[in-house]
């Protein structure tokens, strides 16, 4: 596990974790857009990171997406996923968080944040537990809590996903509902 701050500071900052704030560009995705011919756009999301983020959600950890750019392809896949918080076009993520903050009524410490560009870095500096993916730049690695072993679009969410659930000790009911003991194996 790739930590920058002590073990039992990150796993009081997971444990309070009910909101998880995810970049899409870099992080969902592993940063490459597509355009065809026509125009047309696509991106590639790992389906375990979805499944991660559904996991979140089953085990009451609601998931915002908060990007720099618009893209029908990011509807989609928050659509998808049960993601109904989607904002799109947003170069001022730090004003957005406090937005989501206020009107959700959550302390700042209760949400996680991940990300892999400098425009993450205002969001990331005022969440609870930030997270930085394993191809971030520099300057997010810096800032971050945590840097995941997982590049972007590649693992990287679902990595902090079970990393939460397994310090809110909820990975038991994950492994309940699919058949495995959920006993952790490794450290968190």
């Known amino acids: 596990m790739a930590m920058k701050i002590a073990e039992e500071v990150l796993l009081n900052k997971m444990r309070q974790v009910k909101l998880f704030i995810s970049d899409v560009d870099g992080v969902l995705t592993d ?12 991106k ?17 950890i609601d998931v915002v997406l908060v990007t720099g750019r618009r893209s029908r392809a990011v509807e989609w896949r928050a659509a998808d996923l049960g993601i109904v918080e989607v904002h799109q076009g947003v170069w001022n993520k730090g004003e957005i968080f406090e937005e989501i903050i206020k009107r959700r009524k959550i302390p700042p ?41 997982r590049p972007g679009g590649r693992g990287a969410v679902r990595e902090v996903c079970e990393m939460i659930l397994k310090a809110q000790n909820r990975w038991v009911d994950v492994g309940a509902q699919y058949g495995f003991d959920g006993q952790m194996t490794e450290k968190v």
């Open 31 to 42: 940063g490459r857009i597509i355009v065809n011919d026509e125009g047309l756009e696509s």
């Open 44 to 60: 590639q999301f790992d389906v375990r990171d979805g499944h991660g983020l559904k996991l979140l959600f089953r085990y009451g």
């Open 109 to 149: 410490e209760a949400t996680a944040s991940i990300g892999d560009d400098i425009v993450d870095i205002p969001i990331m500096k005022k969440a609870g537990f930030a997270i930085a993916v394993a191809n971030a730049v520099r300057e997010v690695r810096e800032v971050a809590d945590y840097v995941t072993t």
